[in-house]
């Protein structure tokens, strides 16, 4: 028998808030239709579970978690001990690291961990979250229950607005836009939305909270990361982490070819690049064995069921996407896949399609610079796409059926468990030599391919004597399709007489992959001799916003190969469902590519 399915329920959809304990990362095997046996846990165990709803079949609630004192006595010293390490640490920081890049970041983190360990002996839920979710349905959630969700949404699409304006007209004008520019980005989110509504299969059925909560918490995050001292401090540092982080991985390619200096292909994509996924892989597979992934996605999936009003299995897949990739972020429900609905398989496939996974962070992050500015966009353009993945699916197939996860966030526990931290690494990196595989195969062919459908079609305007207007070149598909996407690149924010190039660059994405794009981009804007510091200055071909627009708008698997890619492993995790994901692949791969490029235009409104 499988073990017991913990799920946390989430409140509905209105303005007041439920309380409970924190949100419990739940861990099944079995899918939600199956039998669940219950299952003994310890002690300490059972005081990380969240206060469940009442058992139906026997009318009555389990005990509430004690507001103190939740482990025993050995926990609280242990945890204490720690602690207090930290506090020491913590206070070295203070004295001797004020100034130092990272020191906003290390004091962040600080903060996280004393907080999670006072969590761990003290019901947050019960001293805080209680009396301020009372405070909050006795005051705000009562005037607004009192509105209709019409007039709700309104109220959170004015609260968007007015940001939104606000945060374009306070901004100082700089070399990456100007309030013109902003406003030239602000239109370009409407008139997406706009195309996306058209385009819905049944505009009724939209809700609307999910949209403007998803606008509203996009401009809080740009607003964080681009416009805060201490966002663009703490991303400053993350971007310099991530990058000398994921160039570790040299290490081992030193060990089995030599030193980069004595290596003539050291500097090339399949040693530059490559290694990074297997090492990347590698770390991920440890943090899934010591259970920091799983709180992370859960947490993330949290606030997304919360505020977005979405479904526990869809947001978990969102929350993942960025960390491992389309398709493979499935896996994190692989349970629940068989049995979602239409709008949820559309859903989830957005997700992948709308952004990167982080195992080819480091090979798009060469290609826009290898700067801290060109690391910190890419960062932000991942984490902003997980909920803009969510509300543009919404709005394209929006939900009609019941959801088996509506309300609950649960992450199901692997069917393979590692047997400890060595072996998860070891897991990882042969998860990672596959996709190195599968990676350099695939741009070997698709590479070629686009090549030789290139050189097929300016053949074919050859043979008549027409060629690029431009350069007198043989015309190319990317050439063709960038009269196409002109217009998009415009609505982004995109000063009209670069859109043309930008265009091709975005068209080359969509037929190619992200890989060609940013490869060609890499080409055309920047300096093939490094700086000191490793990074590559623009060459002036492009101007700095255009470029940093670009970067935003380049940042997602949704190509036409990705189609096949998805298909097959959401196909194989749900064999009954083949039909249905080939019917929504292509719309889903679509909606992926609106969902980067109002991710680039909600960052366009802030530069």
């Known amino acids: 028998m499988a073990d017991a399915e913990k799920t946390t329920e989430v409140p509905s959809?209105?303005?007041?808030?439920?309380v409970s304990d924190d949100v419990a990362v739940t861990a099944a095997v079995e899918p939600p239709v199956a039998e669940a046996a219950s299952s003994s846990v310890d002690k300490d165990k059972e005081f990380d579970k969240d206060d469940e709803a009442t058992d139906e079949s026997e009318g009555t609630a389990p005990p509430k978690k004690p507001a103190f004192g939740k482990r025993p006595l050995k926990t609280f010293l242990i945890h204490l001990a720690i602690w207090v390490v930290l506090t020491v640490y913590f206070v070295l920081l203070a004295i001797k690291a004020q100034g130092k890049e990272g020191y906003a970041f290390a004091i962040v983190i600080y903060c996280v961990i004393t907080l999670r360990l006072l969590a761990k002996h003290v019901s947050p839920s019960r001293l805080i979250y209680e009396?301020?979710?009372?405070?909050?349905?006795?005051?705000?959630?009562?005037?607004?229950?009192?509105?209709?969700?019409?007039?709700?949404?309104?109220?959170?699409?004015?609260?968007?607005?007015?940001?939104?304006?606000?945060a374009i007209v306070a901004s100082p004008t700089t070399e990456l836009g100007n309030i013109g520019q902003r406003f030239q980005s602000l239109a370009g989110v409407v008139v997406m939305l706009a195309i996306l509504y058209a385009f819905s299969a049944d505009r009724a059925a939209i809700k609307w909270r999910t949209v403007s909560v998803g606008l509203l918490i996009q401009i809080i995050i740009a607003l964080f990361v681009l416009r805060t001292q201490i966002g663009v401090s703490i991303f400053r540092f993350l971007s310099l982490l991530v990058t000398n982080f994921l160039e570790k991985s040299r290490a081992g390619v030193e060990f089995l070819f030599g030193s980069y200096e004595n290596n003539p292909l050291g500097g090339q994509f399949v040693f530059s690049v490559l290694p990074a996924i297997v090492f990347f892989c590698s770390v991920i597979s440890m943090l899934y064995y010591v259970g920091a992934m799983q709180y992370i996605l859960g947490k993330f999936a949290w606030l997304m069921v919360r505020v977005m009003d979405t479904s526990g299995g869809e947001s978990v897949v969102a929350a993942s996407s960025p960390f491992v990739g389309?398709?493979?972020?499935?896996?994190?429900?692989?349970?629940?896949?068989?049995?979602?609905?239409?709008?949820?398989?559309?859903?989830?496939?957005?997700?992948?399609?709308?952004?990167?996974?982080?195992?080819?962070?480091?090979?798009?992050?060469?290609?826009?610079g290898n700067s801290p500015e060109a690391t910190s966009a890419i960062l932000t353009s991942c984490l902003m796409s997980v909920p803009c993945s969510l509300l543009v699916s919404k709005i394209r197939l929006p939900e009609k059926e019941k959801s088996l996860t509506k309300g609950t966030v649960t992450i199901p526990e692997g069917e393979n468990e590692d047997a400890n931290l060595l072996h998860a690494a070891g897991n990882g990196s042969a998860t990672g030599m596959q996709l190195i595989i599968v990676i350099g195969g695939a741009l070997l062919a698709i590479v070629s391919l686009y090549n030789l459908a290139d050189y097929c079609v300016g053949w074919f305007f050859d043979m008549i004597d027409v060629h690029n207007w431009l350069d007198d070149s043989w015309i190319s598909i990317a050439f063709i399709l960038s009269y196409i996407f002109y217009p998009i690149a415009v609505l982004l924010g995109i000063t009209p007489m670069e859109a043309r190039k930008s265009a091709e660059f975005m068209a080359t994405k969509?037929?190619?992959?992200?890989?060609?794009?940013?490869?060609?981009?890499?080409?055309?804007?920047?300096?093939?001799?490094?700086?000191?510091?490793?990074?590559?200055?623009?060459?002036g071909f492009l101007n700095p916003r255009t470029l940093r627009i670009l970067a935003f708008a380049l940042c997602g698997f949704a190509n036409f190969a990705s189609i096949g890619i998805q298909i097959s492993i959401l196909g194989a995790m749900a064999p009954s469902r083949r039909k249905d994901l080939a019917k929504l692949a292509f719309s889903a791969m679509l909606t992926g590519t609106f969902s980067t490029w109002i991710t680039a235009a909600v960052a366009g409104c802030l530069m």
């Open 13 to 18: 959809s209105d303005f007041k808030v439920a």
């Open 131 to 166: 009396p301020l979710g009372k405070a909050w349905n006795a005051t705000v959630g009562t005037a607004a229950s009192k509105l209709s969700p019409l007039y709700q949404d309104l109220f959170v699409f004015g609260l968007d607005v007015v940001i939104y304006i606000i």
């Open 326 to 368: 389309q398709g493979e972020s499935a896996l994190v429900v692989r349970p629940y896949v068989e049995h979602m609905t239409m709008s949820e398989l559309h859903s989830i496939m957005t997700s992948g399609f709308a952004t990167i996974s982080g195992s080819v962070l480091l090979a798009y992050i060469q290609y826009t």
């Open 510 to 539: 969509m037929v190619a992959n992200e890989f060609v794009a940013y490869s060609d981009l890499y080409s055309y804007a920047y300096s093939t001799v490094a700086n000191d510091d490793g990074s590559y200055s623009p060459n």
